[in-house]
């Protein structure tokens, strides 16, 4: 089982509709849960953070955590296609001295 | 300084020379991470800084690559002899204890062996 592990994708979705994007994770330890965009040639940049389980709100984007599944999500909502990149979710392996592992990334791609 | 730093930004070498790639991370940045990301690819974790502790090395893919941090800031990573499966931008990251604390990119080192 890989350690983080997210749908390569693409995920196509229409302008103004919701993207869902998935990510499970190996380890139970796990504190802490990140979402990163990362458009093509650039580097990633942060989206959000979550460290508690439930729901975390900031503007159009929702992170989703449930730590019995070991499962986090991030939906946005009213998709631009500006929104149009990868997404990397990344994960603090709190077992493993606090190293952030990443999944493979979800490419999305917004429609006009 | 304001971001994470690093030098070359591109770097174009011939198979079996060395390179060195350079990171100079946020200052008072106490966590300092490099990733590899190849063609396409996700982020392959190389290896991991965390203050005066000694480095997770658990992600370095053969024993030709190599890193270090200097006064716990600046780090170097240091690849031996060159593979051409060995190009691909090398992403520097720091945070300010690690452990759970968001990290920052640097823009990468792209490198190409040919």
């Known amino acids: 089982q890989k350690e983080v592990e997210q749908n390569s994708g693409p995920l196509s979705v229409p302008e103004g509709a919701i993207a869902s994007l998935n990510c499970t994770y190996s380890d139970r330890g796990s504190q802490s849960f990140f979402w990163y965009r990362q458009y093509s040639g650039k580097s990633p940049e942060l989206i959000m953070f979550i460290y508690s389980n439930g729901d975390k709100e900031d503007g159009r984007f929702t992170a989703q955590l449930n730590k019995a599944s070991q499962y986090v999500s991030l939906l946005i909502r009213d998709s631009q296609p500006s929104d149009s990149a990868t997404y990397l979710c990344?994960?603090?392996?709190?077992?493993?001295?606090?190293?952030?592992?990443f999944g493979q990334g979800t490419e999305l791609s917004v429609k006009p | 300084g304001a971001g994470v730093s690093q030098s070359p930004s591109n770097k174009v070498t011939e198979k079996g020379k060395d390179v060195e790639l350079r990171c100079d991370p946020i200052s008072g940045h106490t966590a300092l991470y490099w990733y590899r990301q190849s063609l396409g690819q996700g982020l392959e974790f190389l290896i991991y800084?965390?203050?005066?502790?000694?480095?997770?090395k658990s992600g370095l893919p053969s024993d030709r690559f190599s890193a270090e941090r200097t006064g716990g800031s600046v780090s170097t990573l240091t690849i031996q002899r060159t593979q051409q499966e060995d190009s691909a931008v090398y992403l520097c990251?720091?945070?300010?204890?690690?452990?759970?604390?968001?990290?920052?990119f640097g823009e990468g080192s792209w490198l190409t062996v040919v």
């Open positions: 990344a994960v603090n392996y709190y077992n493993q001295g606090g190293k952030l592992i």
């Open positions: 990251a720091s945070s300010a204890q690690g452990g759970g604390n968001t990290i920052y």
């Open positions: 800084f965390q203050g005066n502790s000694a480095p997770d």
